[in-house]
T-cell receptor
């Protein structure tokens, strides 16, 4: 049973436009959410996180939105740059699980010129 | 070192062979994690150490998988009698926080069982 779902396996966006990556979860015990970025042959790199007490967190070009009632989060990248082309993983953890993360299957973002 | 270091980067094992994968976490990091990532999937949790104590091994898929961190720094993931379904990337991660916090991943050890 996939507790964290990323239903779009791929996304293509033009440089300068907004990229929106979506993530849904089913476990209501999740209270901390993270986005990781992964380039080929490298390990995932932390991008941004959000606690369930917030509904928005912003860091430069990256903003994560959390809708707890819908069990949905999204990552917005504005403006998108070619270097953002990578696989993006959504991850979640439960309180008290010391960063044991449950990951989605990833969305491959391609930013075109 | 500057980041999480894993070795070997690539390993081809014959079915039935034992393998050992090593992880050298960021210096001073208390927490260490192992994840398994199959092709086209996200990483899946295997086990978690806090210093030398293995606090959670709920993700280890079978008793052929064993992990240790005897001195609270370097960790080894051992897979006995490898099978084809063990083929995956094995990711090690470490964190300086005992609870939540950003965890840093290594580049992974790519295991192919033939």
């Amino acid at each position: 049973d996939q507790q964290v779902k990323q239903n779009s396996p791929s996304l293509s966006v033009q440089e300068g436009r907004i990229s929106i990556l979506n993530c849904d979860y089913t476990n209501s015990m999740f209270d901390y959410f993270l986005w990781y970025k992964k380039y080929p042959a490298e390990g995932p790199t932390f991008l941004i996180s959000i606690s369930s007490i917030k509904d928005k967190n912003e860091d430069g070009r990256f903003t994560v939105f959390l809708n707890k009632s819908a069990k949905h989060l999204s990552l917005h990248i504005v403006p998108s740059q070619p270097g953002d082309s990578a696989v993006y993983f959504c991850a979640a953890s439960e309180s008290g699980t010391a960063s044991k993360l449950t990951f989605g299957t990833g969305t491959r973002l391609q930013v075109t010129l | 070192g500057a980041g999480v270091s894993q070795s070997p980067r690539y390993k081809v094992a014959k079915r039935g062979q034992d393998v050992a994968l090593r992880c050298d976490p960021i210096s001073g990091h208390v927490s260490l994690f192992w994840y398994q990532q199959a092709l086209g999937q996200g990483p899946e949790f295997l086990t978690y150490f806090q210093n030398e104590a293995q606090l959670d091994k709920s993700g280890l898929p079978s008793d052929r998988f064993f992990a240790e961190r005897p001195e609270g720094s370097v960790s080894t993931l051992k897979i006995q009698r490898t099978q084809q379904e063990d083929s995956a990337v094995y990711l090690c991660a470490s964190s300086s926080y005992m609870d939540r916090g950003q965890i840093y991943f290594g580049e992974g050890s790519w295991l192919t069982v033939v």
